[in-house]
């Protein structure tokens, strides 16, 4: 199975959040061959890090440990490249989803993610918004 995680459910496997389980879950089966991530979310990913230790739900070794756990498994993941194409669907998506209150990154992401249709067999994002506009994509939920 081919997974594509954005970075909120991606930080759920790295620091325990609520349904942290459920994204642990996916991987307990060993049916993951491939995890595909926007290359966004090395920056997402160093934004909800530095986000807990600001607001005192970490301390600084956390921050740093959570860091460099991320980095050192880059290797798993196969980043998508965000390249002119997904910029421009992005873009686009603000026209469907604009006014359902699309953000930005998550513009990102979903186009991300409809770039790997095909590819990818499931899709996963903790975001409740993000997740109703991968339904309306027509992106397989896990």
Do not use: C
């Amino acid at each position: 199975m081919k997974l594509f995680l954005d970075t909120s459910s991606l930080f759920k496997l790295y620091h325990k959040e609520a349904d942290s389980n459920l994204v642990e879950e996916l991987f307990s089966y060993d049916q993951i061959k491939k995890v595909f991530v926007s290359e966004l979310a090395k920056i997402e990913f160093a934004s909800s890090v530095w986000k807990k230790l600001r607001n005192r739900e970490i301390g600084a070794l956390e921050t740093n440990s959570l860091l460099r756990a991320f980095e050192k498994d880059y290797p798993k993941y196969s980043f998508v490249l965000i390249d002119s194409a997904i910029v421009e669907q992005a873009k686009q998506l603000f026209t469907k989803y604009g006014e359902l209150g699309l953000r930005t990154f998550d513009s990102i992401q979903l186009a991300t993610a409809i770039k790997l249709k095909g590819q990818a067999d499931l899709f996963k994002t903790a975001d409740h918004l993000l997740d109703s506009f991968f339904k309306a994509e027509f992106l397989p939920p896990t």
